[in-house]
């Protein structure tokens, strides 16, 4: 999610259309899938958590797709669609979502602080943006590193939770 936002800030890419979340599998389906037990509360909370976290992401993608590869300030239409993106960010609260699990506090916690982070560098794009800063995409810098590093300690704790599964060992190196 911290990616998108990182991307404003790095050398321009090229991005295609958004990818549709619809097309992957929930989190808690990657997780039975790698062999570990959810209870429906856990798997539930984990889907929530995912649906909302979409709704950060998306407006990013398109902030980062509006953007492009030249930097400046955007042409009128483009920099009210982007301002559009922007205000959907804002208008989320980062403080929603699920109520979770004991065992998942230190996630929320996590996501949470991702999300206000998000919010934080969505608002310095805004203001930079309406004033014409031609560097308007250098200004929440910080506010995204710090959601970027939210989100690696939320994976993190995640593969604490969930250690992905070890590859069978080859027998040809078990071979003298």
Known sequence: MALAALLLTAQPIAFAQQPDPS?????????????????????????????????????????VALAGPEGGVPDADTQAAIRAELEKILALDPNAGPTPPPQYQRLRELAVGQRQALRRAAQAWLTALQAGDPDWRQRGTADAQVAQQQLEAWAAEMVALYPPPQPPESTAQNQP
């Open 23 to 63: 097309q992957f599998p929930t989190i808690s389906e990657v997780i039975r899938q790698a062999g570990h037990s959810l209870s429906d509360a856990e798997a539930a909370y984990l889907d929530a958590e995912q649906q909302l976290q979409i709704q950060w992401v998306s407006p990013l993608y398109q902030v």
